[in-house]
């Protein structure tokens, strides 16, 4: 049982340039979410799907836009990739939204943006 | 969601049990109690939540008091792969999101 596996796990990009973080679930959740963790400043929340064809804004959604497809996918990309964006990402999914039911996260992708 | 408080590091002796505090003492009545941890530069790793009564795990227990204000989180024999950075964080009903502050470094000596 993988739980939640991120793809790639490291990639250096230049400005401009544009790129799809893949996480994908076998867990059958509903929900799924993606953060960024920058130092000292915990993980904030971009974007976050709660069933499969449907996406909504989380905290910080500017610079990124998602799909979800399939259930058990949800991609994460930068058009435009800015040095802004230099960061840790993290997808995350639970069963449902409700507040009794954990996240559980994959390993994260570090992306530098030169 | 309501603010949690947290010591920033805490030293703990191999074999010996952590018990990790935090403060949320703007906490409302159907916020749960969330502890992940993060290991290194890993995801975060769910530990275990409660709402009111104290819970306890293959991994952990939590203890909230009879006000809702505090609570603990304990390992009970913490080893040297418990090292890591431990967030509290409370949860309003039918949030998405999971706000981390900036957690307690725990550190198990050997």
């Known amino acids: 049982n993988a739980g939640v596996t991120q793809t790639p796990k490291f990639r250096v990009l230049k400005t401009g340039q544009s790129m799809t973080l893949l996480c994908a679930q076998d867990?059958?959740?509903?929900?799924m979410y993606w953060y960024r963790q920058d130092p000292g400043m915990g993980l904030r929340l971009i974007h976050y799907s709660v069933g499969e064809g449907t996406t909504a804004k989380g905290e910080v959604p500017d610079g990124y836009n998602v799909s979800r497809l399939k259930k058990q996918n949800f991609l994460l990309g930068l058009e435009s990739a800015a040095p802004s964006q230099t960061s840790v990402y993290f997808c995350?999914?639970?069963?449902?939204?409700?507040?009794?039911?954990?996240?559980?996260f994959g390993d994260g992708t570090r992306l530098s943006i030169l | 969601d309501a603010k949690t408080t947290q010591p920033p590091s805490m030293d703990c002796a191999e074999g010996r049990a952590a018990n990790l505090p935090c403060n949320h003492s703007?906490?409302?009545?159907?916020?749960?109690v969330y502890w992940y941890r993060q290991i290194h530069s890993q995801g975060p790793q769910y530990i275990i939540h409660g709402l009111k009564n104290n819970e306890t795990n293959e991994m952990a227990s939590l203890i909230i008091t009879e006000d809702r204000k505090s609570s603990t989180l304990i390992l009970p024999h913490a080893t040297l792969r418990d090292t890591a950075v431990y967030y509290c964080i409370v949860r309003v009903a039918l949030s998405e999101k999971l706000t981390f502050g900036t957690g307690t470094r725990l550190t198990i000596i050997p």
């Open positions: 995350a999914s639970s069963l449902l939204g409700w507040s009794n039911q954990p996240q559980h």
């Open positions: 703007t906490i409302s009545g159907n916020e749960y």
């Open positions: 867990m059958n959740h509903e929900y």
